[in-house]
């Protein structure tokens, strides 16, 4: 599988489920939205969060390259099964095309997933193109 290393970090914001999504939650690479009864949850990059505002930072951010059918099958398995092994702690995320995976020590993921074989694809963060890894 081929694998999308983004190099910014991330933030995880917990919100009120009654509040509105934040201008401030919207922009930037990759973003989810997500409102449950219990909360809003953002996911967002983290410099875009301003500083007052309660957060977990530091997260990594890992794309499977897509898109996969809704057949496809072991996706997330595979990739939190390797993470899981290397004793690190994740966060999965999936959308229409793909799945993601945000997890705080990258460099261990990456080496975990080259490890298990998977091709990693560096995105640059000025230009916005990809490198092999």
């Known amino acids: 599988m081929v694998l999308i290393e983004y190099p ?6 917990r919100l ?3 509040d509105e999504v934040p201008a401030w939650a919207i922009h930037g690479r990759f973003t989810s939205i997500t409102r449950t009864p219990e909360e809003l949850s953002v996911i967002c990059p983290e410099h875009s969060v301003p500083s007052i505002q309660r957060a977990e930072r530091g997260w990594y951010l890992f ?3 897509g898109p996969f059918s809704f057949d496809t099958v072991g996706v997330l398995s595979e990739l939190t099964t390797i993470l899981s092994d290397a004793n690190i702690p ?4 999936a959308t229409y095309d793909t799945d993601y ?4 020590n990258q460099a ?3 080496r975990a ?4 074989g998977h091709e990693i694809i ?5 230009q916005g193109d990809c490198t092999e890894k």
């Open 113 to 116: 997933f080259q490890k298990a």
């Open 16 to 18: 009120s489920p009654e």
């Open 101 to 104: 995976i945000l997890m705080r």
């Open 8 to 13: 910014e970090s991330y933030a995880i914001v």
């Open 108 to 110: 261990a993921a990456r």
């Open 90 to 93: 994740m966060l999965a995320v």
């Open 122 to 126: 560096f995105v640059n963060s000025s």
């Open 63 to 65: 794309g499977c390259k």
